[in-house]
Nanobody
Framework: QVQLVESGGGLVQAGGSLRLSCAASGTIFSINAMGWYRQAPGQRREMVAVIIGGSSTNYADSVKGRFTISRDSAKNTVYLQMNSLEPEDTAVYYC?????????????WGQGTQVTVST
């Protein structure tokens, strides 16, 4: 079993910054990809940023230049630095981790953390 614990969400004014963290724990052999997704009320969950392997990254067009995803492999932790936040970034943010553990492949989601950006 793999556990994902997210932290760092909250309320911030437009133009402000937040940093999200997601730590994976359990009997993990390897992690192939870590990512952040978000879901606003009434909308589908969408990809925000992913990091594949140690350094290959991909971002949604709406966050390019404002958000940065990074990974600490020693801690099995993924971060999302969010700068220049906009009200449109308001959503529940979920981390996703894909890899291998005892028992086989896993593809797990965090519990979600609320990010609210006020005008």
């Amino acid at each position: 079993q793999v556990q994902l614990v997210e932290s760092g969400g909250g309320l911030v004014q437009a133009g402000g910054s937040l940093r999200l963290s997601c730590a994976a724990s359990g009997t993990i052999f390897s992690i192939n990809a870590m990512g952040w997704y978000r879901q606003a009320p009434g909308q589908r969950r969408e990809m925000v940023a992913v990091i594949i392997g140690g350094s290959s990254t991909n971002y949604a067009d709406s966050v390019k230049g404002r958000f940065t995803i990074s990974r600490d492999s020693a801690k099995n932790t993924v971060y999302l630095q969010m700068n220049s936040l906009e009200p449109e970034d308001t959503a529940v943010y979920y981390c996703n981790v894909v890899g291998w553990r005892i028992g086989g492949r896993f593809d797990d989601w965090g519990q979600g953390t609320q990010v609210t950006v006020s005008t």
